[in-house]
C-alpha cells in the first residue's frame, strides 16, 4: 500500500485517513516523506482522536477530526483515501468504501487494509481475541459489494486483505 502510494503522492495532494487512531500512519507519512499538501484523519473516540492531536499540533498541514465514518461524508474531495484496520469494527464496510469512494477525486485512490478470515491453524487462535475486541472479519460477501475495486490482495495468510479502489 506504501510503496504505491509513495508513487502517487505529490506535493499537492490531499490525504484522508477512516479511523486514523492515534494517528500512526500520519506519523509514517511525514516521518517517510510522503508528499501531501493536506492529510485528514477522522476517528469517532476522544481518547485516540486526543493522543493524535498532541502528536501533530503545530502541524498546519495534519488535521485530526472526531467524525463517526458510517455518518454522510461531507463534499470534500480526497486524491487519496486510506483505512487500515477499521472495517472489522463496522456493521456494513461496503456502504462505508461506497459512500467515501465519491469523495474520490478524479483519478484519485481509496485503499483499505481490514481483517478477513484467515487459514483454519491462523483463524482457530485468532478469533477469539478478535471478538474481545468487538471486532469480526469483513465478509467476503461485503468485499464483493465494495464497488470500483482494482485490486484486491490476501495478506497474512488471508488475515489481512487489501482493497484499492478507483
Ligand atoms: C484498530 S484501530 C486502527 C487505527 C489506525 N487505523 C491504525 O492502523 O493504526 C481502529 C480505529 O478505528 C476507529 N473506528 C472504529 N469505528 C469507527 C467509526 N465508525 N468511525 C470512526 N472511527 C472508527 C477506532 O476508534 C480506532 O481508532
Not at 507519512?29 to 493536506?38: M, V
Not at 467515501?100 to 482457530?124: C, D, E, N, S
Not at 459489494?145 to 490482495?153: E, G, L, S, T
Request: proline share 3%; charged share 25%; hydrophobic share 40%.
Amino acid at each position: 500500500m506504501w510503496t504505491i502510494i509513495r508513487k502517487k503522492a505529490t506535493q499537492k495532494s490531499t490525504i484522508l485517513e477512516l479511523g486514523c487512531g492515534t494517528g500512526y500512519n500520519i506519523q509514517k507519512a511525514r516521518d517517510t516523506g510522503i508528499p501531501f499538501r493536506h492529510y485528514t484523519g477522522f476517528d469517532f473516540s476522544e481518547d485516540m482522536l486526543k493522543q493524535a492531536q498532541e502528536k501533530f499540533s503545530g502541524e498546519k498541514k495534519v488535521k485530526v477530526l472526531q467524525k463517526d465514518i458510517t455518518l454522510k461524508p461531507g463534499k470534500e474531495k480526497y486524491d487519496i483515501i486510506l483505512s487500515t484496520w477499521v472495517f472489522s469494527h463496522l456493521e456494513t464496510p461496503s456502504d462505508v468504501a461506497n459512500a467515501y469512494a465519491r469523495q474520490l477525486k478524479r483519478g484519485g485512490t481509496m485503499f483499505l487494509l481490514f481483517l478477513t478470515r484467515p487459514a483454519w491453524y491462523i483463524h482457530f487462535w485468532f478469533y477469539p481475541l478478535l471478538r474481545l475486541f468487538a471486532a469480526d472479519y469483513v465478509r467476503e460477501e461485503e468485499v464483493a459489494a465494495m464497488q470500483n475495486k482494482k485490486r484486491v490482495v490476501k495478506v497474512i495468510g488471508g488475515l489481512g486483505t487489501l482493497v484499492e479502489i478507483k
